[in-house]
């Protein structure tokens, strides 16, 4: 890593991602002293209270402690670190590439999906059932333009997602739909594989009706792994 003065907008978000990425690469190991606040501040031409604002944000992260001696430690990431990580992990220097995250991402997206149509059938109400096979219906009269359809697939799995009753799930989803975690590089043939099956649309919604748990993980779990590439489709089922 280049080292040096950084541009004075926003310095701490800057000295954090950088602090990050050394974290992340392995320049600065676990169980290491995280670099002195003042040697930081002399490094980048900055001031302290910026070096105090971005190792609150690692400690905040979970990639540094302070010990009982008063020092700054880095944590083993892959241990203490949160989901919340991977939304500026992608353009970090070192960890994950896009590329892993893309598919550990859609990986998630295939296990939760499953595990949520299976919850939403034992948990959901009448009326949200009836919510979600309406909403199927509505999928089938839509397209085939493939941007209204992948609109009209993120309601209706959005229904699904808050039918299982399961928070940590409902805020996954919102990281995966808003882009906040990296799933954009799915091959154009197998998105469309999924978002032009209607009929396995149609069937999970029945499913759900019907409190047929079993089968509705299993039908999600179907659909939702056909936009992980096939290379990584087995880690999955």
Request: aromatic share 4%.
């Given at each position: 890593?280049?080292?040096?003065?950084?541009?004075?907008?926003?310095?701490?978000?800057?000295?954090?991602?950088?602090?990050?990425?050394?974290?992340?690469?392995?320049?600065?190991?676990?169980?290491?002293?995280?670099?002195?606040?003042?040697?930081?501040?002399?490094?980048?031409?900055?001031?302290?209270?910026?070096?105090?604002?971005?190792?609150?944000?690692?400690?905040?992260?979970?990639?540094?402690?302070?010990?009982?001696?008063?020092?700054?430690?880095?944590?083993?990431?892959?241990?203490?670190?949160?989901?919340?990580?991977?939304?500026?992990?992608?353009?970090?220097?070192?960890?994950?590439?896009?590329?892993?995250?893309?598919?550990?991402?859609?990986?998630?997206?295939?296990?939760?999906?499953?595990?949520?149509?299976?919850?939403?059938?034992?948990?959901?109400?009448?009326?949200?059932?009836?919510?979600?096979?309406?909403?199927?219906?509505?999928?089938?009269r839509?397209?085939?333009?493939?941007?209204?359809?992948?609109?009209?697939?993120?309601?209706?799995?959005?229904?699904?997602?808050?039918?299982?009753?399961?928070?940590?799930?409902?805020?996954?989803?919102?990281?995966?739909?808003?882009?906040?975690?990296?799933?954009?590089?799915?091959?154009?043939?197998?998105?469309?594989?999924?978002?032009?099956?209607?009929?396995?649309?149609?069937?999970?919604?029945?499913?759900?009706?019907a409190?047929?748990?079993?089968?509705a993980?299993?039908?999600?779990r179907?659909?939702l792994?056909?936009?992980?590439?096939?290379?990584?489709?087995?880690?999955?089922?």
């Amino acid at each position: 890593m280049v080292h040096g003065h950084i541009r004075r907008e926003a310095v701490s978000d800057q000295l954090f991602a950088l602090l990050r990425d050394r974290i992340l690469g392995g320049e600065l190991p676990p169980g290491s002293p995280l670099t002195a606040e003042r040697d930081l501040a002399a490094e980048f031409g900055v001031n302290r209270h910026a070096v105090r604002e971005a190792v609150k944000r690692l400690q905040q992260a979970r990639l540094v402690e302070v010990s009982h001696g008063g020092r700054t430690l880095v944590l083993d990431w892959r241990r203490s670190a949160g989901l919340d990580l991977a939304v500026g992990i992608a353009a970090a220097d070192g960890g994950p590439s896009v590329e892993e995250l893309a598919r550990d991402a859609l990986e998630m997206r295939a296990c939760i999906g499953a595990d949520a149509a299976r919850l939403c059938a034992l948990r959901c109400s009448g009326q949200a059932a009836a919510r979600i096979v309406e909403a199927a219906g509505r999928y089938a009269r839509s397209g085939p333009d493939l941007v209204e359809l992948a609109a009209a697939d993120i309601a209706w799995w959005r229904l699904i997602v808050e039918g299982s009753g399961n928070v940590a799930y409902l805020l996954a989803f919102n990281s995966l739909v808003d882009g906040a975690l990296p799933v954009a590089h799915v091959p154009d043939d197998l998105r469309t594989a999924e978002l032009l099956d209607v009929e396995t649309h149609l069937r999970l919604a029945a499913h759900i009706e019907a409190r047929e748990a079993a089968a509705a993980e299993r039908l999600a779990r179907e659909l939702l792994s056909r936009s992980v590439p096939a290379a990584h489709r087995k880690a999955v089922r």
